[in-house]
């Protein structure tokens, strides 16, 4: 029984690392511009200024499209509306996004875009969108993005539940479990 002080640590530790993922990849600006910074395992904690990103429609497949605006490294992207669409740029490149803000981020590896494997809340309006390069050994690259949030609108295709809500649940059950077992233990 030892153990059941351990499984608790460990089970709080998950869902404490869990609690702030979001299962978004649709994304909107929460004011007039995005600023983004990229960072990767081998340039930590220096930015990586030769990890190229795009900004893709928002119901765009990252694989098969070509993104509306690539940026790379570190930038600001603005966003104004122009009726229905948007138009992006930074300072050096520009597009339009058709019919929202809302966009989708990819990273390009390999002559490849791909969408990120993962990302993390990090309050204030801040997300850690994670992306794996398949031509690097050391293969993490993190793009932290500034003034951004899940996207809201109702036309992005149906809800996803969201991940902290099943990791409660779960948790909640598990403690149920090790309750049980702790109060039988005691018994005998």
Known sequence: MKKIPY????LAACLLAVSGASSASVWAPNDGDVNFMSFSTSSF?????????????????????APVLSFTGVGAVSF????????????????????????QVGMLSGGVWSAAFGNANLGSDAVMLA??????????????????????????GPATVPLPA?????????????YTGRAKSKVS
Do not use: R
């Open 45 to 65: 904690p220096f930015p990586s200024l030769t990890d190229t990103f795009g900004i893709f429609e928002d119901t765009a497949m990252i694989g098969a499209a």
């Open 131 to 156: 992306f794996a390069d398949t031509e690097e050994f050391d293969n993490l690259h993190f793009l932290y993005a500034f003034d951004i949030s899940p996207s809201k609108a109702t036309d992005d």
């Open 166 to 178: 099943s990791v409660w649940m779960m948790t909640s059950a598990l403690l149920g479990l090790l």
């Open 80 to 103: 104004v509306a122009s009726g229905a669409n948007y138009h992006i740029g930074t300072a050096t490149a520009s597009g339009t996004l058709l019919g929202s803000s809302n966009f």
């Open 7 to 10: 499984l608790k640590t460990s």
